[in-house]
């Protein structure tokens, strides 16, 4: 395993560089891929949520030589450098994602930090890899795909390991957000991330007007995938019905910044990281 001292991220200069990629390269996800930096850095979301964790089920699962690991969806920077702190020098790193945005931000990291990654642009919903890799690793992303797509995600993912291969995946259970707590959603979320931000002496990347309103719409496209999964058990169903084995669930501890912690209080938002072969 590497030392926390490598692979750190300018996290600023993330933001700048995701917000510069996101206006010349995304299509709908350009909210999502412009706004994911500024998000970790008010602590609003974030790629290092259960790294401990993480560290140690990779690290145990890719010990040895000539092992490999596909981060099935980047978002950006942040589950490559998590990725890279856990494994050994050996382990061939190959990050996925539909959007060239964060493919591009993980090739840049890459470069700064010496590290030999492959990048494969696709969707998941039509990924064809077959007995390739030791450990898929996800991290949130059922809530990204169709509800009638994520079965058939997870077994191509399944498809695409090796016979002892292992599915390493980071999910949340929440809520959903309506009712009372819609209108306190929709008025405190974009105002609490800017004041957070603007108290960090955050650049933000456009007109304050303007920055709200992309928050605005963020927002509700993330409150439409909020709650997604209610339980534990609605997650362990879709990974076993894709030809899984459950082997372990871990609770995760999450510590974002008080204001957003307090709302995901009120969604009963938890977090788990499972391990599981096919069966």
């Known amino acids: 395993m590497r ?4 692979f750190t991220e300018d996290l600023p200069r993330l933001a700048a560089e995701a917000a510069d990629l996101a206006r010349r390269l995304c ?3 350009q909210n999502f891929h412009l706004l994911w930096p500024y998000l970790r850095l008010a602590r609003a979301s974030g790629a290092s949520v259960g790294e401990p964790l993480i560290h140690a089920a990779l690290n145990h699962l890719l010990s040895g030589s000539g092992r490999k690991i596909l981060i099935a969806g980047a978002a950006d920077t942040g589950l490559l450098a998590v990725v890279a702190r856990a494994v050994s020098s050996g382990t061939g ?9 964060p493919i591009e931000l993980c090739r840049r990291f890459a470069t700064r930090w010496s590290l030999p990654i492959e ?15 030791d450990v898929v690793f996800a991290h949130a992303l059922l809530q990204f795909i169709p509800a009638d797509r994520r079965v058939d995600a997870l077994s191509r993912l399944r498809r695409s390991l090796r ?7 980071l999910f949340r259970t929440s ?7 819609l209108p306190q959603y929709r008025e405190a979320y974009p105002k609490q991330l800017i ?8 650049a933000l990347p456009e007109p ?10 963020y927002s509700e496209e993330r409150r439409a995938r909020e709650g997604a999964h209610t339980s534990r058990a609605d997650v362990e169903r879709l990974i076993e019905a894709a030809g899984f084995a459950i082997e372990s669930v871990t609770v995760i501890e999450a510590s974002p910044s008080a204001p957003f912690k307090q709302f995901a209080a009120k969604l009963s938002k938890q977090r788990f990281l499972a391990v599981a072969k096919s069966r």
């Open 3 to 6: 030392g926390d001292s490598q």
């Open 27 to 29: 299509g709908p996800c």
């Open 93 to 101: 790193i190959v990050v996925l994602d539909r959007c060239e945005t």
């Open 119 to 133: 990048t494969l642009q696709a969707d998941l919903t039509q990924l064809s890899v077959v007995s390739t890799f």
């Open 163 to 169: 016979p002892d291969g292992r599915l390493v995946i």
């Open 175 to 181: 809520a959903r957000i309506e009712g009372n707590l």
């Open 195 to 202: 004041e957070k931000l603007e108290h960090m002496n955050i």
């Open 208 to 217: 304050r007007e303007e920055f709200r309103r992309r928050v605005e719409v």
